[in-house]
């Protein structure tokens, strides 16, 4: 049973245009949400988080949208670079010490 | 200075074989994760220790043993390996209460079972 769904395997942005990551979820209960990026054998790196408790999230050029009644966040990257290809991966938790991942986004940001 | 550094980064073994992968963070977090990701790139979580005492035991095999000698490390061992085992596996840490910075990962271990 998939609880966090990232249904976009891939995506492909020009250089300097927003990229817009998508995540869906299942159970209202996730009280808090973190995207993380992950180049090729590295781990996954935090990006930005966001609570339940919010509907918007800002870093930079990394903005988090949640909509709580849609069970969907949102990763926009604006503008995006070619240093931003890498895959993304959604998590949301139900407490202090689990998080459920998505399977992950890969993005190509094209010169 | 690494934070989260895992050892080893490759791991090729047989069937049947008892296998370690060491983690160790020097981030002074209390928590620590071992995470596995499969062929399906499911980030799945396995284990997770706060102040070396075990808080979550997803359903894993029990050949899977962690153990944290102490809250800077938590090792991995695996008793005979399967073909099923093969994947990479994921050394985390956080602090309780700072749930805005997720955690932060090793660079994982990838573990062939051949």
């Known amino acids: 049973d998939q609880q966090v769904k990232q249904n976009s395997p891939s995506l492909s942005v020009q250089e300097g245009r927003i990229s817009i990551l998508n995540c869906d979820y299942t159970?209202?209960?996730?009280?808090?949400f973190l995207w993380y990026k992950k180049y090729p054998a590295e781990g996954p790196t935090f990006l930005i988080s966001i609570s339940s408790i919010k509907d918007k999230n800002e870093d930079g050029r990394f903005t988090v949208f949640l909509n709580k009644s849609a069970k969907h966040l949102s990763l926009h990257i604006v503008p995006s670079q070619p240093g931003d290809s890498a895959v993304y991966f959604c998590a949301a938790s139900l407490g202090t010490y689990k998080y459920i991942f998505g399977t992950g986004t890969r993005l190509k940001v094209l010169a | 200075d690494t934070a989260v550094s895992q050892t080893p980064k490759y791991l090729v073994t047989q069937m049947g074989n008892d296998k370690s992968i060491k983690c160790e963070q020097n981030?002074?977090?209390?928590?620590m994760y071992w995470y596995k990701q499969d062929s399906k790139k499911f980030l799945k979580i396995m284990f997770s220790?706060?102040?070396?005492?075990?808080?979550i035991n997803e359903t894993v095999p029990n050949r899977f043993s962690p153990k944290s000698p102490d809250k800077a490390h938590l090792n991995l061992h695996i008793n005979s390996l399967e073909l099923g085992d093969s994947a990479v596996y994921f050394c985390a840490s956080s602090q309780e209460g700072d749930r805005a910075y997720g955690y932060t990962f090793g660079s994982g271990t990838r573990l062939t079972v051949v």
């Open positions: 220790y706060n102040n070396k005492e075990l808080i």
């Open positions: 159970n209202s209960m996730f009280d808090y």
């Open positions: 981030l002074g977090h209390d928590t």
